[in-house]
């Protein structure tokens, strides 16, 4: 009778999966699958315990031999049918990959650089590589407009699930939804909406010089990403919910930033699994934490709420929404996480880089140098012309894309023509942003440091249009405006006044600062210590009588 059960058990195995699980999405419903199985494995065991001629010991093994039959069916038909008949089966993509999403985990483990590995597998692989069993990284120019264009009918992926069923900008995979909420978040980006918050950004900028300038004058090195991070989420509070974190002045992280950040990489390794991340988040000891998160959240913007005659913020924007009463709480927190982080990357990114090449940072001085500054702070207006500081925030965000891996979506019903070549219907697909930006039909030289090609050497880039730090089309960055205003300030000020350089003798420090960036969604960022070597009115001076020197000859 236990054999029977077994061969029953793996054939119902293979018809679970071919009836059922090949079919549709099923991440998000790994915690039910998982409370199914544990109930079927109970209805087993009883069956076994209800004859009395079984032991409880041959109750238990009779339930292991049968559930593992089961399993053993489904995983069987599995792979037979994800290397000989899925829709992705003519692709080509290492064996494993094929078979199984752990491929991914594998490649990532133990320091999340899958978007650096990524280039060499499309070099060795080609354009399109399968990466997982449904879903492929497509590594040509053409397939941005071709996925995120604004003329196709490619969606969010299950990626965009991670808070269901609640929503926010980010994690809504409906359309009408998305386009109704981007109105209010354009309108908090707006011109007219950034100049109104301009004054409290500033007041934030001013008590990061001080700290740069205590410390500074001490010869001691400074964590420029440590205060940068700490310098955007105290802008990004104060913009959201009308008061700061106040962290630079307290030199004490709120508790929500300080655990987003401390388990940054872990969450980064269960995102790679959507099943996980939901069998993880359906645990009674997560799930508290996460509700704690959100009541916070929650507390914060009726705090906000409350607030009377205060300064326009994001939050005077985004609560006109007719639907933020149901998810305010998490279109705060997606500003705040989404406002902050991404910032500190990319502008201790481009210090250590003007480091490294610090014939650009004396050229990028010398363009500022003459620029009106008010309590070390130069306003946008003065900034937006000046060449050499764009070049430099453009080129860096080439190279280090705070965003590196590609963005999930899936492919309509019935397929999609991407680069030149059919995709199947309801395949996952992506596009490899630190793979694209380093690839040679789209950027001469593609792996050198070259602001110029921005300026000056047009010839160098190929394909601008695959040039997508802040991804593209419908659902591109809609804090760009704020954060490039941002980059373009706290670089000029920092620049303005200090000169940076590397310690001696620390070159594996660096060099593990700027090559181990994990990516858990967006960067993670190692320590980032640096001289700050305060300008003095005497260089300023000399610096002038040089120029006027040169004009006059």
């Not at 914060?300 to 913020?313: G, L």
């Not at 933020?324 to 210090?351: K, M, P, R, Y």
């Not at 419908?474 to 000020?493: D, E, F, H, S, T």
């Amino acid at each position: 009778m236990a054999f029977d059960l077994q061969a029953i058990a793996f054939i119902c195995g293979i018809f679970l999966h071919l009836l059922l699980f090949c079919r549709g999405e099923w991440d998000r419903r790994a915690p039910a699958v998982v409370l199914a199985y544990s109930l079927l494995c109970t209805s087993v065991f009883a069956a076994f315990a209800l004859d009395t001629s079984y032991s409880i010991v041959q109750c238990i093994v009779g339930t292991c031999k049968a559930s593992l039959a089961l399993v053993g069916g489904l995983c069987t038909s599995l792979v037979t049918y994800r290397l000989l008949f899925h829709p992705l089966r003519t692709f080509p993509g290492p064996l494993a990959a094929r078979v199984s999403s752990f491929w991914v985990f594998r490649e990532q483990w133990p320091d999340l650089r899958f978007y650096f590995k990524l280039r060499n597998i499309h070099d060795r692989y080609g354009d399109f590589v399968r990466i997982k069993p449904r879903e492929l990284s497509i590594c040509h120019p053409d397939a941005i407009n071709d996925i995120h264009g604004p003329r196709n009918r490619i969606r969010k992926g299950e990626f965009y699930e991670q808070i269901h069923p609640a929503h926010s900008l980010q994690f809504t995979r409906d359309p009408n939804q998305h386009k109704h909420q981007r109105r209010y978040w354009d309108k908090a980006f707006q011109t007219k909406a950034l100049q109104e918050y301009s004054p409290r950004i500033v007041k934030h900028y001013k008590i990061l010089m001080g700290i740069f300038s205590t410390d500074g004058a001490s010869s001691a090195p400074v964590d420029v990403s440590k205060l940068f991070m700490d310098l955007f989420f105290d802008v990004v509070s104060d913009l959201t919910f009308g008061e700061s974190f106040n962290t630079l002045t307290t030199g004490e992280r709120n508790p929500i930033i300080g655990e987003f950040l401390a388990y940054q990489q872990s969450v980064g390794f269960v995102i790679l699994n959507m099943w996980m991340f939901h069998l993880l988040r359906s645990i009674p000891t997560v799930a508290s934490r996460i509700l704690y998160w959100m009541q916070w959240y929650a507390s914060a913007v009726a705090k906000r709420n409350e607030m009377k005659d205060t300064s326009p913020d994001l939050y005077t924007y985004l609560s006109q929404s007719d639907t933020f009463d149901v998810d305010g709480i998490h279109e705060a927190q997606l500003a705040i996480i989404a406002g902050a982080d991404t910032n500190a990357i990319t502008v201790s990114n481009v210090c250590y880089l003007l480091c490294q090449y610090p014939e650009y940072q004396k050229k990028l001085y010398e363009e500022l140098a003459d620029l009106p500054v008010h309590e070390n702070v130069i306003e946008d207006r003065h900034l937006l012309s000046q060449s050499c500081l764009l070049s430099l925030i453009n080129e860096t965000l080439r190279l280090y894309p705070p965003v590196p891996g590609g963005l999930q979506r899936v492919t309509p019903p019935d397929g999609a023509t991407i680069a030149g070549r059919y995709v199947p219907g309801d395949m996952i697909v992506s596009t490899p942003t630190y793979a694209l930006h380093r690839d040679s039909r789209v950027f001469v030289r593609p792996t050198e440091f070259i602001p110029e090609r921005w300026t000056s050497r047009p010839e160098l880039i190929l394909r601008k249009d695959a040039f997508v730090p802040f991804s593209y089309g419908a659902y591109n960055c809609a804090g760009k405006p704020l954060a490039m205003m941002q980059l373009r300030m706290v670089i000029a000020m920092v620049i303005k006044k200090f000169e940076l350089s590397f310690m001696l003798e620390r070159e594996a420090e660096y060099e593990r600062y700027i090559h181990d960036q994990a990516d858990c969604f967006t960067l993670h960022l190692h320590p980032l210590p640096l001289i700050l070597k305060e300008r003095t009115v005497r260089e300023q001076v000399a610096y002038n009588f040089t120029r006027q020197e040169g004009t006059e000859s």
